[in-house]
């Protein structure tokens, strides 16, 4: 038996989930055709997914055919719930990108296509939907080999495009593709040359294989057009893995939930050997001790069904409960080099309010939720009594409050979402504690920071030696400058920047271990503002496409959002126009986009990074807790003298 851990990506209504289920069907997983309208997929089978009629959470179902066993890991299109398919490209071995015939490459289709390549994972690509009234299968089939890849060679041809009786067919690689695939491929090359026979389907499998070519499959999902050919192609062209190879367990946990029953679940794949019920296993945290827990039930998982297995092997997926101390991204047994790649990033804030007097509950659910998300960052001011969680959107927000509600019973309520700024210092700047007062204490800490480029983020050095400042203090420092980091003079993140620590001190009696996390954000804060801050706003970029007629009022409204543009480009009726715009500005924009074009436009968005911006213009954050620069203050807080 072999195995292929393979991913299913898609922009939202893409009809990624129907594909799914259409190969579930197909190659006899399940007997029963499943339906997004009428929420009974295998994949979407929560209540709020089969209710909103999308995926928020990626879900594994398994099927077989001719000795080989497929985990497809059935990942959300919303941009709102990218943490998840961030979190399951991890454990991948390939992936299936769908892309619509009607709205062609979308916002999530680049951010998937992109995040694909830098993990170098062998990719298929299904132009779905051909049914639809309208769709253009050629030009989206030349905007996926001008904007994507020129290496991706359409493997079948259709006839009836746009009508329910589309058919699709295995076909010949043209020409003009057999010499894309040349490109990486000498002897291919060679034969097409001297006019010799052409090999061409296996330089087809083994480019795809190493990721630099990708095969292209047409269909229309929700009648099954495609699917067969599609399956063939999976099994024919995408690297299969060997059941249970050798060696020690090594595996890495992608997804938490939690059981009213079970308690915490963690999703593993494993790389290699085998864990069992009862085993013993060493988890490993990056930038953390390593520790260990006790294994009690090994489930392996397809859709809803859980069937308690009591062992996995490597190369497998399954659910293990027990390690109640694991959170996404913990590396099982043997460290291995973890795969990432960040494709997602919150953008709001919310303020949560729940039922009096029922504080705890809350914070433990949320606490919860984000161990399920760790994307979804939470903070309880205790001061203000205020639990502050950050998100994506506004969808997110929909099914938080479902969730709240239906695992938890807390009925919540959400503040308006703030935007999310963050600040970085304007020039050099300098910091230095002299924390010797009052007895026993003694920790000297002399920072520099420095700005860096826009996207930099943060590094950090030392340059210093030992003798100068034990080093298991200097480590004190470095964590604690990370942690100060997270609120800078105006109250928000701080990055792109360098701090480097260029002296300090400590004292052979004197000297406490917590000395240093009280000395250094005081040194850190105190740079910060000798440099000064400046202010930086996220940034979307928008895709809109809209009758031609509504130019100029498109134009207005970019303006109007302090935007940037490109020249409008004006074909056969319609106008596409592409803009940077601050999200601050932008944040109900699709719903007037959608009014204007009475639901006829398309508007695509995207993160596009942070800029620079006047503090007039944006937004300084009240501070939480206490400012370290209110030395005394700060001292009697952290000496525990005052809450």
């Known amino acids: 038996m072999k195995l292929l851990n393979l991913g299913f990506l898609a922009h939202v209504d893409a009809g990624k989930t129907t594909t799914v289920e259409q190969l579930l069907y197909h190659t006899g997983a399940v007997r029963t055709l499943g339906s997004v309208d009428k929420g009974s997929t295998q994949t979407d089978f929560l209540p709020i997914e089969r209710e909103r009629g999308i995926s928020v959470a990626s879900t594994a179902v398994i099927m077989e055919w001719d000795n080989l066993r497929v985990n497809i890991i059935d990942t959300p299109g919303h941009m709102d719930f990218t943490g998840e398919v961030e979190r399951a490209l991890s454990v991948l071995d390939a992936a299936v990108l769908v892309v619509s015939a009607a709205e062609g490459i979308q916002s999530q289709t680049e951010r998937f296509w992109k995040a694909l390549r830098e993990m170098g994972i062998p990719t298929i690509i299904f132009i779905n939907k051909l049914d639809r009234p309208g769709c253009r299968p050629d030009v989206v089939l030349e905007a996926l080999r001008t904007q994507l890849s020129p290496q991706i ?6 006839q009836n495009a746009g009508d329910a009786a589309v058919s699709v067919e295995s076909c010949l690689i043209s020409e003009d593709c057999i010499l894309d695939l040349c490109e990486n491929d000498d002897k291919l090359a ?8 052409m090999d061409t389907e296996t330089s087809l499998m083994r480019q795809t294989a190493t990721g630099t070519a990708f095969p292209l499959v047409h269909g229309a999902a929700i009648n099954g057009t495609g699917i067969q050919i599609l399956a ?15 060696g020690e367990p090594s ?6 939930e939690h059981d ?8 593993v794949r494993l790389y290699s050997g085998s864990l069992k019920n009862r085993d013993t296993i060493t988890i490993h ?9 006790k294994i009690t039930q090994i489930r392996k ?10 062992q996995v092997s490597g190369n497998e997926i399954a659910a293990i409960c027990g390690l109640t101390g694991a959170k996404v991204g913990d590396m099982v047994g043997q460290v291995s080099k973890r795969r990432g790649s960040r494709i997602s990033m919150p953008l709001f804030t919310v303020q949560v309010t729940g039922p009096a007097g029922n504080e705890s509950h809350l914070l433990q659910a949320i606490s919860e939720l984000s161990s399920e998300d760790p994307l979804m960052d939470y903070a309880w001011h205790r001061e203000e009594r205020e639990l502050v969680i950050s998100i994506m959107g506004k969808i997110q927000l929909e099914i938080l409050t479902y969730l709240l509600q239906e695992r938890y019973g807390l009925a919540v309520m959400f503040s308006t979402p703030s935007v999310i700024y963050k600040e970085t210092p304007a020039s050099q700047g300098i910091g230095l504690e002299r924390y010797t007062m009052p007895k026993p204490c003694w920790a000297v800490v002399k920072l520099q920071v420095d700005p860096l480029p826009l996207g930099s983020g943060y590094q950090y050095e030392s340059i210093i030696d030992g003798h100068t400042l034990q080093y298991r203090y200097q480590n004190h420092v470095a964590t604690a400058t990370a942690e100060a980091l997270k609120q800078g003079r105006l109250g928000w993140e701080v990055t792109d920047l360098k701090v480097t620590l260029i002296d300090g001190g400590d004292h052979k009696f004197h000297t406490h271990p917590l000395d240093f996390f009280l000395a250094t954000p005081i040194a850190v804060m105190k740079a910060l503002e000798n440099a000064g801050p400046t202010l930086l706003e996220p940034l979307v970029k928008l895709r809109l496409t809209a009758d031609e007629a509504l130019c100029g009022r498109l134009i207005g409204d970019i303006i109007e959002m302090r935007g940037e543009f490109d020249t409008p480009v004006i074909a056969d009726g319609k106008v596409e126009m592409e803009a940077i715009v601050p999200v601050a500005t932008s944040m109900d924009y699709p719903i007037q986009f959608a009014s204007l074009t009475s639901g006829k436009g398309i508007i695509n968005l995207d993160f596009h990074g942070y800029k620079k ?29 005052i809450g």
């Open 153 to 158: 060679i359409p493997i079948t041809c259709y």
């Open 190 to 197: 060679s034969q097409y040359l001297e006019g010799q026979d």
């Open 232 to 246: 063939e192609t999976i099994k024919k062209y995408l690297p299969n893995m060997p059941l249970a190879p050798a």
């Open 251 to 256: 595996g890495v946990v992608y997804k938490i």
């Open 260 to 267: 009213k029953n079970l308690g915490k679940i963690a999703h």
């Open 285 to 293: 945290r990056p930038g953390n001790d390593s520790f260990q827990e």
């Open 301 to 310: 998982v397809s859709g809803v069904k859980r069937e308690d297995t009591g």
């Open 613 to 641: 911006c006047p503090l007039e213009l944006g937004a300084i954050s009240k501070r939480r807790g206490i400012d370290p620069l209110d030395r005394d203050k700060w001292i009697l807080h952290k000496r525990g003298a």
